[in-house]
């Protein structure tokens, strides 16, 4: 297996936190370098979030990028160790290291058969499964890979996690290949482009890349809303449940006042019996053509249904319309620290994170460190 093992190229993507971009970074990575006439593969050996396809747990973002990038591997191949719920309690009292390690070889080793290159992602920054001896530095060491370090925008705080993440991979002797910030704001991008250069090189890092943020690949669905929030449900409205939300306004003010805050893609989050702000919705969502103030959905809490007369009018508006049991505060913070993940059906964005990465990546500097 370990012959096999170093047949091909590989590169491990980590980050420095969570919502840093690793999965983007893959999937414009590997649709980068098909694009060079590449055979890629992908595998995610850990993964903390995962659904059940052919009666197999298999992780989210391995489906993701087997739809988006169209690969025929198989899915268990690419996604060998789900942590479900008890996993850490269960491999503390009864775990097998080797076993959990044969398992992540294995896969790879079926992943990269007949491959150019592999991209395998990481979970979290490089500690993340030490519990279960799994770590993304234990994991890069053990799939001989170098690593592309991705940290959010900014200078200070990701040079110092870059330095943190570094220690560990070190520690298992895993050579980061380049470093890549991603998230940086537009108004910010010249300085920090320049300064986390000269900064990181001191210290014998190479950035790869320096991709400033778009706001687009941040914003939900309703549909994600709906499925990421546990006790929302939906309870009309369901042919716009695509509607991209640009912004949470809370529906606790006169309805007058609302009218100042509503702009276009607005997700109104109020409770239930607010019947004035509802019919306020409803009337600016019909006149959106002409004042481009479009409700993108309501979310009504306090597990309270408005009158059947009420009800109807939103049908009637083409609404979606979600309810929750919680209060108005609790779901607004809750919608308000949603981490979004593209999903298959966001073509748009897909798209965007193809272009920024072949625009803003040093896609020949990676190989070459390869």
Do not use: W
């Amino acid at each position: 297996m370990e012959k096999d093992i170093m047949k091909s190229k590989r590169i491990f993507v980590a980050a420095t936190s969570q919502n840093d971009g690793k999965t983007a970074m893959s999937v414009g990575l590997i649709c980068a370098f098909a694009q060079e006439n590449m055979n890629v593969g992908f595998i995610k050996p850990v993964g903390q979030r995962y659904l059940i396809k052919n009666h197999q747990k298999i992780d989210e973002d391995s489906l993701l990028i087997s739809k988006v990038c169209n690969l025929r591997s198989n899915l268990k191949d690419m996604s060998p160790v789900a942590v479900e719920r008890g996993f850490t309690k269960k491999y503390i009292l009864n775990g097998k290291k080797n076993n959990l390690e044969q398992n992540v070889k294995k896969a790879f080793n079926n992943i990269s058969r007949k491959r150019d290159l592999v991209v395998i992602e990481g979970t979290g920054h490089a500690g993340v499964g030490s519990v279960f001896d799994l770590s993304n530095a234990k994991v890069a060491n053990l799939l001989k890979s170098k690593v592309v370090l991705v940290a959010g925008g900014g200078v200070g705080r990701p040079v110092d996690e870059i330095m943190l993440n570094k220690a560990l991979f070190d520690k298992q002797k895993v050579e980061i290949a380049g470093i890549i910030i991603n998230k940086v704001l537009p108004e910010k991008y010249k300085k920090v482009n320049s300064l986390v250069r000269i900064a990181l090189k001191k210290k014998g890092l190479n950035v790869l890349g320096v991709i400033p943020y778009y706001k687009v690949l941040s914003k939900p669905t309703v549909q994600q809303i709906l499925e990421e929030e546990k006790g929302i449900n939906l309870l009309c409205g369901a042919e716009a449940i695509e509607n991209s939300v640009d912004k949470i306004i809370v529906g606790a003010m006169e309805p007058h006042e609302a009218l100042n805050y509503i702009t276009s893609n607005s997700l109104v989050i109020t409770p239930g019996d607010r019947e004035d702000i509802i019919l306020t919705c409803i009337s600016t969502h019909l006149a959106s053509s002409k004042q481009g103030k479009s409700i993108s959905g309501i979310v009504l809490t306090g597990g309270i249904k408005p009158h059947r007369s009420i009800m109807n009018l939103i049908k009637k508006s083409g609404i979606p319309v979600l309810q929750a049991k919680e209060d108005t505060y609790t779901i607004t913070s809750k919608v308000h620290d949603l981490i979004i993940k593209v999903k298959p059906g966001d073509a748009d964005k897909i798209e965007l994170i193809k272009k920024m990465v072949k625009e803003y990546v040093d896609l020949k500097a990676l190989y070459a460190a390869m």
